[in-house]
């Protein structure tokens, strides 16, 4: 496959451009710190044993939606006809931060909703003018219902997660794939320092579950699996049980 | 993406060895520059046995290098390899072995980052040939004391650089490192091992196998004692050729978890006697020979994910010292009449070979046999250690920082004369001592931060400051 990723630099998107080096995808990175992504990329050629500066990279920021063209336009030019394009960057602070902080929590509603969105969109039009192919995106359990812990990240994942879902229907039709991830909590710098409960992933299990959903077309996948079953009973808990509950 | 060094809450920090543990917050990022910033210390993967990757009572935060890992780069004609410091070797191995190559030195686990191989100055079983870890890195990229990033190298900042390789995290942080991987033939080991009758036989052959083996190491059981005291398996090995090896790469070993702690008192003396006589006979034949799968080889121990969980809650230490053979090869049975004496039982007494001392100014070998035993710790661990210490000052040996939980000041003082040059260029980098430790306050004298409940430090029981003002000669 030839694949562009957006957020290659950590956690799962680093976990994530490693297996597709190490299974032989082609790879273009994406990213807010170039230099920073370039470092990523170096990491990849080594271990996917390429050559020097054959995994290319060029800056794209989600908080700046009118750099997505030349981002898109610099991975075409180096890909050529594009399979799938996954996006694993976002924001992400405590609720608590959140709140104190509004300025900031207003960067991160926009950088995981607005720019997301529209990144998204820049990236199905490239991939339809081209006959389809696959839009994996990093959603968030935190996006299955309102919860205290992460209720500002978890509104613009919820937001995220309708589109995308909005997305498929349209489009699948057309040969657009889109891939939605909802990850539990997995154990990255992002949430270190958080308390890790029981069923909490790896990042390499996330990426080897991600593009087995990918090879597969499965529309939504929930990493580590048990989430899927988590999310399920707290979609049924009535509302005076999650006025009680600190989940 | 987030915002980088994420808040870390506090949790319970140990080596190893589970003692002691100390109340402090990781800060783990992948940006290793953000979160290094006014932090005394720098921890991997947390696989030295003592106190050497806690921090200071009084300080709060160490730095975890483990989401730092990235490859910067690879040379596959000069085998260099340059990355971040908390690469680990497990990854080393499992990306470049297939490759051909391999770290030019290995410790007995793959769960250690470069920049603990480079703090620690870790040695392997090639130690009498090949040298330290140290000796192989080609440059370091630091942060130092006053916040700047500084390269350093045998020939750039050398002074910087001895004291780094072997320096325990205490000359700064270490972000990235160079190092020249070897090239091995094929990724198999051509081993043969030997069963021998009691310590003289096994130190006899164990040198003598350094004469034409690149590898040697081996275990004795340390519980029996007479004429069969110190009795083992030596084990030699070097790199299959292609025609030796198998055909088929070796395939990753399988890990096992000991998913709880197992009762304090299990690891005991009838214990460790009945394991020690089953590892000796298991090696019924007086020879054995083969082809054995690396990891089989290098890493016994990695199979059992969490060993150290056998020693229960109370923990273990190890206690690795090396020995100088000038005064006589009889040093090793001292040394096992000493622990016999002590009733000290270990499961484990490994004695390797040792070559000269590297580049690294605190680096741990030095011409002669290094022998590493574990105990469970216990109220009598701090005398048992004070014992061995002064027989190994005595001797003119020295202990191994990374395994140390127990060694007092004064004796680490007295079994180290590279110390003052070493504390000059410490004084050069870092004159206010931001970097420290809880092992530097131990056996350094570093001053702990804040007032806390530091508990103070016990006058050691015997002739001690005497041996420590006695200057001794030495060869080396």
């Known amino acids: ?247 | 993406m987030r915002e980088p060094g994420s808040p870390a809450s506090t949790r319970l920090l140990s080596g190893w060895g589970r003692v002691p543990t100390v109340a402090a917050q990781e800060l783990l990022s992948e940006d290793l520059d953000v979160i290094t910033r006014d932090v005394p210390l720098s921890r991997g993967l947390g696989r030295s046995y003592g106190d050497a990757s806690l921090p200071a009572h009084g300080d709060k935060r160490v730095a975890g290098s483990v989401l730092a890992d990235r490859i910067l780069a690879f040379d596959p004609d000069s085998g260099i390899l340059r990355a971040e410091a908390g690469l680990s070797l497990r990854e080393i191995v499992r990306l470049f072995l297939p490759r051909g190559y391999f770290t030019p030195v290995s410790p007995g686990t793959q769960y250690v980052t470069l920049g603990g191989m480079v703090a620690a100055d870790i040695h392997g079983k090639n130690h009498h040939r090949d040298g330290c870890f140290g000796q192989h890195v080609t440059s370091l990229r630091m942060r130092v004391a006053d916040g700047r990033i500084v390269d350093c190298s045998p020939t750039k900042e050398r002074d910087l650089f001895r004291a780094t390789v072997g320096g325990m995290g205490l000359t700064g942080h270490i972000l990235e490192v160079a190092v020249r991987l070897k090239r091995v033939p094929s990724p198999w080991i051509v081993f043969e091992s030997v069963r021998l009758p009691n310590v003289e036989a096994y130190v006899a052959a164990l040198k003598e196998a350094g004469t034409s083996w690149p590898q040697t190491v081996g275990f004795i059981d340390c519980t029996k004692g007479g004429r069969h005291l110190g009795r083992g398996i030596l084990i030699k090995g070097r790199w299959a050729e292609r025609s030796e090896a198998p055909p088929q790469p070796p395939e990753p070993k399988r890990t096992v978890s000991i998913p709880f702690d197992l009762p304090s008192g299990l690891v005991n003396r009838l214990t460790v006697k009945i394991f020690n006589t089953l590892t000796y006979w298991k090696h019924f034949a007086l020879v054995r020979k083969g082809v054995i799968h690396p990891e089989s080889y290098f890493y016994p121990l990695d199979k059992l994910l969490n060993w150290n969980r056998f020693y229960g809650r109370r923990g273990m230490t190890q206690y690795q010292c090396v020995l100088p053979m000038e005064a006589g090869s009889d040093v090793a049975r001292r040394f096992l009449e000493l622990l016999r004496a002590r009733r000290a039982a270990s499961p484990v007494c490994v004695i390797k070979d040792c070559g000269p001392e590297g580049i690294g100014l605190l680096s741990f070998p030095r011409p002669g046999i290094s022998i590493a035993v574990d105990f469970a710790v216990n109220d009598g661990t701090q005398a048992l250690v004070d014992a061995l210490n002064e027989f190994v000052v005595r001797e003119g040996g020295r202990v191994y920082l990374a395994k140390d939980a127990f060694t007092r000041a004064a004796h680490f003082r007295a079994m180290e004369p590279r110390l003052a040059e070493w504390e000059a260029i410490r004084r050069r980098w870092d004159p206010e001592r931001k970097f420290r430790s809880r092992q530097s306050v131990r056996v350094l004298g570093d001053e702990a931060p804040a007032p806390g409940p530091r508990p103070a430090p016990a006058e050691p029981a015997s002739d001690l400051a005497a041996i420590a003002a006695t200057p001794r000669s030495r060869t080396a």
């Open chain 1, 1 to 247: 496959m030839k694949v562009v990723l957006l957020g290659a630099t950590k956690g799962m998107g680093r976990a994530m451009g490693r297996l597709l080096v190490e299974r032989k995808h082609e790879l273009f990175l994406l990213g807010r710190d170039e230099a920073d992504v370039a470092r990523s990329a170096r990491d990849l050629e080594v271990r996917g044993g390429r050559p020097a500066n054959s995994v290319g990279v060029a800056a794209c920021d989600l908080a700046r939606p009118e750099g997505f063209a030349t981002a898109l336009d610099a991975a075409e030019r180096a890909l050529g006809k594009l399979d799938a394009i996954i996006v694993t960057a976002a924001l992400f602070a405590t609720q608590a931060r959140l709140e104190d902080d509004p300025a900031f929590a207003g960067e991160l509603l926009a950088a995981n909703f607005t720019g997301t969105v529209l990144f998204c969109e820049a990236a199905r039009k490239r991939l339809l003018a081209k006959g389809g192919g696959t839009l994996c995106v990093f959603s968030s359990v935190a996006g299955e219902r309102g919860r205290k812990p992460v209720i500002i990240y978890g509104a613009a994942k919820a937001g995220l997660s309708h589109y995308l879902e909005g997305l498929d229907h349209k489009f699948s039709a057309q040969g657009l794939r889109v891939v939605t991830v909802k990850p539990g909590f997995v154990k990255t710098g992002m949430t270190a320092g958080l308390p890790a409960p029981p069923f909490a992933g790896e990042p390499e299990g996330v990426a080897k579950a991600v593009l087995a959903a990918i090879e597969r077309g499965r529309p939504v996948v929930y990493v580590p699996g048990a989430w899927a079953l988590i999310m399920f009973v707290i979609r049924l808990l009535p509302r005076f049980v999650m006025r009680k509950l600190n989940f």
